[in-house]
Structure formats: C-alpha cells, structure tokens
C-alpha cells in the first residue's frame, strides 16, 4: 500500500577502509536519523569502506559478497530495530566472474524488499567500474515497500533522463539516488563548480519532467588514489533532496556528515502533476528512436523496417 | 557542412496586436543581431501577435498562413539581406481544418531550410493551444543549414528530455526552442520563482545530458486575457543560451527587449561528450518501455510480448 505521506531521509557521510568502524558510524546516524522521525533513508554508495574503483586491481573484488549476505543482514538488523525503511549499497558477488553495483532496499520489518543492479556502469579516469561491474539486468523497476514504490537507481544512471522517466512510468513514487562522485583536485574551481552543478540540476531536472520527488546521498572526503599516481578524489558531498518541481528542500554543504530530512507528500505530486501535465502529453508514436544508439542512416532504416514506414 | 564554430544569437521583445509593427520591431533588432556578428538567430514564438491561444475563439484561425506564406517571405528577405539563418514561427494553415504551431528555417541563402512542427501539444488554462494546433508529424529530425544542423523544438516540448535526446541522437549541432511561457498573475511569488527556475533548470538538464548547446527565446510583457476573465499572462522573459554543460551563456532579464549571443564551439562539444561519455552508456536493451504511456500491467504484458520474454 503506498501510503499519502512518507517521512524521507538520506545520510551523507565519509568512509574509512575499516568497514567496521564504517558500520559503527552508519549504526549511529541510522539511530539519529529515526530518533529524528524519518521513516525511509537512503546511505551513499557503496558504503562498506573507500571508493576501490579508483584504480584496477583483482584483489578488489575481495570486497564482494552476495546477496543476502553480511552487509544485508548488517542493514536488516538496523531496519528491524530502528523501524526504518533503508537504501543501502553493496559490492554484489553474483557468480565467480559476476559482479554487480547493488543497491538494496530493507523494509522495517527487517526484510529484504529487493534490489536493484545498477544500470548505467560510468568508466573514466578514477571511476573505473566496468572493470568490476557488469552492467545490471533488472531494468527499471520500483520496489515497493510498506511505505511506497521507491525508485532506486544509482549514482551514473543520474545522468539518464530515461531512467528517471521509466522509474516514474512503472509507478515510483519517488527516486533515490545512492551516489559517489567528487572533483578531481586537478580541475581548477570553475570546472568543479560546474560539474557540481550539472549533477544538482539534471537530477532537479528528472524530478520536474516525472513531477516526482528525489534524493540523492553521495558520501563527502578526500579519498588517495590507492596506486598514488593521482591526486585522488574529493567526493564532492552536496547530496540533497528536492520535490516534484525540482525545489531544493533540503541540500548538505560539500564536507559535513549530515542527516537531511523532508516530508514527501503524495498528494502534492499528483496536484504538480496537473499543473504541469507532461505524462499527458508524451509523444509515445515518435520515440521509436529512444532506443536507438544514434539515428544514423543504417539506425534509420532499421527503424522504418520496425514502424512499417 | 557542418562548422566547428557558429555565432548564435536570440531575441526577447514583446509584442503587440499590430502585426506590421510586431515586424517592423523584428526587423530593427534582427539588424542590429547581424550587426553585432551572429550568424544564427532564434526568435520567440507565435511573433506576430498577441498569444491568442488564452482563449478558444474560432475568430483566430484567421491569423493562420501556409507555409511558405507572407511570414517565410517576411524572414527569407530579412535572412538574405542580413545574411542570417533565422528560426522563426508561424501559425501553419496546412488544409481546411488542418492547423499547426510550425518552427521555420530560413537559411542565409534566403531559402526555407525546414520546418518543424511542434510535436508536444500544451493545454491548460490560458494555453489552450490543442483547440488551435495538431500535434506535429515531423518528428524529431534537426534541419540542417549552411552552418550546422538545428534541433529545432518549440516551447512545451522543453519539458520532455525524449525530444531533446532525439534531435540530439539525429546529430543536432544545438537544441532552440522559439517560446512563449508566463506568469499567471494570480500565482504567488514563490509559485512563479519555483516555475521560472524549473524552466530554465529543465533546459539546462537537456544541455547537460546531451552535451549540446542549447537556446532558448522567449517573449516579455503583459497580455490581457481577450476574454477578460483572468488577469491574463505576464510572459517571463528570461531567454537564455546555455552550453554543453548547461552553463548559463548569456540569459535575459524578465521583462526586457534584447538580443543575446554566444559563441558555439561544436570541438568543445565534443570534449565535454569524451569528459562525461553520456552517450556512450545508454542502455539501449532496456529503453523499450519508453514508448509506452504507463508501465501498468496491459502495457507490462506487451511490452514481454514484443521483447520476446
């Protein structure tokens, strides 16, 4: 049952490669965060320890562990006693060989409600996770919970409009983003400010198009390069939470541990949704394209061939 | 051919009822635009009048034309003089009850490059525009020039991210959309700042997760309601021009006739498409649904059937 009003929250925090005391930090902002009255939390990304896909290294995927497993029970543990619906990450070890970036999603009776395979896999200078991550097989699908469809995606698939969109288009009610991005401490201000930028708007961007509300967790702290070639990474903090119009209701500075809390009111976002009414008007006979990889020629007369033009 | 560099420019002004006026005003600041270097200039939307569509009244078909007609010949000798590829608009007349809010291009040959016609129909209250036009038939196909291929869009469709992914995967140098957006007076002030920002912000997101420059003109003042039954609209202004990383250019203030430009660099483009590869990682596999109106369970059922699972 999706109920009308959802006490959402999210935790921004830094990591040390003690999964431990990692555990022991995120026990302590999960209590304060349901002391506060927050009924659902979202936890950055892979939150077991450092962000390992700095670099490539098989030794890495030690990290990993299936699911259920030891960081699901950690959470369910927490879920159960703090009464908490909670988004957590893990390092998934599906199979020797295969590997996922996982988000998982525990209900407050302790259970675990499901789990989405993250989507988009990023890989560029420092964030090389198609080297450990096979890109996810579950498709864009919301898990519903006690208190509502929540739209889990992860980090990279921030950037895709259609993922948002799908999310919402299979009934989400709103969207969680766990994330670790930051600045490379080589780029000078202005380049930083608008990377910064460019995440915090086209994230408000997919909550004004799907008029739906989002939360986006992303970790804080300077984390070395683990093969010291690098200045290593700066993750960028900022995480935020915004409504159905895309306005901040609440955002982190970029190096505090926080808790940020608001209120998401289902109601609210069906009367946006008749303000602005874009599902309405979507032009679903012309986005044959969409899943195309470029409108080329060779892509254009496959899609003619499919639409019988 | 398309050039690495195209000096684009756009207009803000207001307008009246008197059409000869209107273009007696187009053609002073279209002047100085060619004067001040531009090579590609976007005017707002419907620029011949009043926004007739704040009510539904068949007297204002009479301002439909075919295209070409007297507003492509206005623009092509402006075009020609001046040396400009200009993105105009028209209130199409295709056939007898056949009507559409059309996009045109002139190029600086004086020829009509293209037209679009507007593919995402608005209607609520003081815009009622699908009592006036048919949704559009061009899909989304940019229309290519002596200087580049234009994603040529036009108002509401900037709130759907499948439009500007479209003309972007068509190969689209930069997305303009010729506007005409406002205030309902009626609306609180924090109403029409969260709506302001969520247009400008929406656009900004089309920028970024297409690595595309992006214009966007709209019209300023206020207009009475014809019928005299609201307060009318005050048209927000605000045009603006962003980059690939949806960087504010250049952006007008809301109530102001004036011309603004910027230099589009399609090499840097390319360099903000290798730094965040956007394109590269769509999934493709998993997009199927985006062509469907909701993913409930009818549309679930189809879309297996199609996908084969």
Known sequence: ??????????????????????????????????????????????????????HEDRQEFERAEPIPGPSTEFLATLAKRLNLVIIGSAFERRAAGLYHNTAVVLDKDGSLAGSYRKM???????????????????GFTPIQTSIGKIGVLV?????????????????ADCLVYPT???????????????????????????AISNGIPLLAANRHGHE????????????????????????????AAAAEDCLLQADIDLGHNESIRQTWPFL???RIDAYAGLDHRFLDQASENELKKNTGE
């Open 1 to 54: 049952m999706t109920r009308s009003h959802i006490k959402a929250g999210l935790i921004q925090t830094s990591f040390s490669d003690d999964r431990d005391k990692n555990w022991k930090k995120l026990t302590q902002l999960l209590e304060q965060t349901a002391k506060a009255g927050a009924e659902l939390v979202v936890l950055p990304e892979l939150h077991n320890g450092l962000y390992f896909c700095q």
């Open 120 to 138: 988009h896999i990023p890989d560029d200078p420092g964030y090389y996770e198609k080297y450990y991550f096979t890109p996810g097989d579950t």
């Open 155 to 171: 980090c990279w698939d921030q950037w895709f409009p259609e993922a948002a969109r799908l999310m919402t288009l299979a009934g």
């Open 180 to 206: 670790a991005i930051g600045w490379d401490p080589v780029d000078d201000e202005s380049e930083q400010q608008r990377q910064l930028d460019s995440w915090v708007t086209i994230q408000r961007a997919h």
């Open 224 to 251: 070395a390069d683990p093969d010291g070639k690098t200045k290593g990474t700066e993750f960028w903090g900022n995480s935020f939470i915004c409504g159905p119009q895309g306005e901040i209701l609440s955002q």
């Open 280 to 282: 309405r008007d979507r």
